[in-house]
């Protein structure tokens, strides 16, 4: 599928396998992009997941986008995903997804997933443009404690 641009436009990414080394610029990259970011924790946490995968697009020795998926048998979940802020509107965002759902289309898996806030315009934008569509479900909650200022 398109992204709308040519490749020639597109800043030229390396996409691979995120490794420890990485993490203070996922980190930073992370804390620029979410109100409510991952810690080092979480990232670690949810990576010994056997089924948790990281990627990361290296630009010139720097890391400028990465994101994290869960890998069920027919269906990827998106878990986190993000392209330093001085970086966005390049392409990297679609790289990224475009190099996970061509290794997914090769092993068979039919799905990729994720949740966004209603708010996150920019988001819901780029996944629209990647050709994603809306589903139905509808997310119920309740809060416990009075949330904080980030969410909603
Ligand atoms: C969402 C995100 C990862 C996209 O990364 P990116 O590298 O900027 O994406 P791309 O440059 O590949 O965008 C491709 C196309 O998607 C659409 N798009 C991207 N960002 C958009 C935005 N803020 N508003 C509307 N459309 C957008 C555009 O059509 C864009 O093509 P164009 O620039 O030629 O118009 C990035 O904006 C980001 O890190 N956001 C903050 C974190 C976040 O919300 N992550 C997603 C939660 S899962």
Same mark, same amino acid.
């Given at each position: 599928?398109? %992204?709308?641009?040519?490749e @020639?436009?597109?800043?030229?990414?390396?996409?691979?396998?995120?490794?420890?080394?990485?993490m203070p610029?996922?980190?930073?990259? /992370?804390?620029?992009?979410?109100?409510?970011?991952? %810690? /080092?924790e979480d990232?670690?946490?949810?990576?010994?997941q056997?089924?948790?995968?990281?990627?990361? $697009?290296?630009?010139?020795?720097?890391?400028?986008?990465?994101?994290?998926?869960?890998?069920?048998k027919?269906?990827?979940?998106?878990?986190?995903?993000?392209?330093?802020?001085?970086?966005?509107?390049?392409?990297?965002?679609?790289?990224m997804?475009?190099? $996970?759902? $061509?290794?997914?289309c $090769?092993l068979?898996?039919? @799905?990729?997933?994720? !949740?966004?806030? /209603?708010?996150?315009?920019g988001?819901a934008?780029?996944?629209?443009?990647?050709?994603?569509?809306?589903?139905?479900?509808?997310?119920?909650?309740?809060?416990? !404690?009075?949330?904080?200022?980030?969410?909603?």
């Amino acid at each position: 599928m398109s %992204t709308g641009r040519s490749e @020639k436009e597109q800043l030229r990414v390396h996409i691979r396998w995120m490794i420890r080394r990485d993490m203070p610029e996922v980190l930073q990259t /992370e804390q620029q992009s979410f109100g409510f970011a991952w %810690t /080092e924790e979480d990232f670690l946490r949810c990576l010994r997941q056997r089924n948790c995968i990281g990627m990361v $697009a290296e630009h010139d020795h720097r890391i400028i986008g990465f994101m994290i998926y869960e890998l069920h048998k027919s269906k990827l979940r998106v878990l986190n995903f993000a392209t330093i802020p001085d970086m966005r509107r390049q392409g990297v965002g679609a790289q990224m997804i475009r190099h $996970a759902e $061509a290794w997914l289309c $090769a092993l068979g898996v039919r @799905k990729v997933q994720l !949740l966004i806030r /209603e708010s996150n315009i920019g988001a819901a934008g780029f996944y629209d443009r990647q050709g994603y569509e809306r589903s139905s479900v509808i997310v119920m909650q309740r809060w416990l !404690l009075p949330p904080h200022s980030s969410e909603n």
